[in-house]
């Protein structure tokens, strides 16, 4: 594992793991929890953000202080589940813009298939935070990075809840230099390439399909 990667150890966010882990949790508690960890998660994933310095005035006297960067950053989901991770970063960040990159893992080959792009114009000037709950073999999140770096974009991270040891290795053998935060490191993969113990298909426990 390489200084890329960054876990989020806190207590809260152990709790909030065991609540989607729970093959029990139905998807509207899903839904909130999620929103709710991404806020724990956007705290490291957030923290290289440019500001830019601001002049104002308190109700007590002027002072300088700083806002972010303009244009603002940009949040790019890969679909489907990683609206759920961007809807409570967005949240946090309501300046951020937010992007799409529809995605879907062959069930078969397990090869990603790119369905759908939607991103702002100046997305290249943009800080941007590509965002997907899980990080399983990694063709998902490479393919989204390899989309970026066609764009132009310079400047990412990737934010997920549950990464497995298999496809941090395989996102960083393709983009050594690209911090990884992610919630926590799972075992293993199954044969199925399914995370384990991990929570199982995000997408589907977040929109109960
Ligand atoms: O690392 P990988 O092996 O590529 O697997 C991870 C991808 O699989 C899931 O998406 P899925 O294909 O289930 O689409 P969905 O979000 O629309 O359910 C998940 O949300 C990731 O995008
Ligand atoms: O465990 C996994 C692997 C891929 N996609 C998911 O949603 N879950
Ligand atoms: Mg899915």
């Not at 724990?40 to 005035?57: D, H, V």
């Not at 300088?64 to 960067?69: E, P």
Request: glycine letters at 6%; proline letters at 8%; charged letters at 20%.
């Amino acid at each position: 594992m390489t200084n890329n990667l960054h876990i989020l150890e806190h207590p809260l966010a152990t709790h909030k793991l065991a609540i989607l882990r729970d093959k029990d949790t139905p998807s509207a508690l899903f839904r909130t929890t999620l929103a709710e960890l991404s806020w724990l998660l956007a705290y490291p994933a957030f923290a290289a953000l440019t500001l830019t310095p601001r002049q104002i005035e308190t109700p007590l006297e002027p002072m300088m202080t700083a806002s972010l960067a303009d244009p603002a950053p940009c949040l790019v989901s890969i679909l489907r589940a990683g609206n759920g991770l961007v809807d409570g970063f967005s949240q946090l960040c309501p300046e951020a813009s937010i992007a799409h990159l529809g995605l879907y893992r062959d069930e078969d080959t397990l090869q990603p298939v790119s369905y759908y792009t939607s991103v702002p114009h100046d997305i290249a000037t943009r800080q941007v935070i590509l965002a997907d709950p899980m990080l399983a073999t990694g063709g998902s999140a490479i393919l989204g990075m390899q989309k970026l770096v066609e764009m132009g974009v310079k400047d990412i991270v990737f934010a997920c809840l549950v990464a497995s040891p298999e496809g941090v290795a395989a996102v960083h053998d393709a983009f050594p230099d690209l911090p990884i935060f992610t919630a926590c490191l799972d075992r293993e993969l199954n044969e199925k390439g399914y995370i384990l113990p991990g929570l199982g298909d995000a997408g589907d426990r977040i929109y109960g399909t």
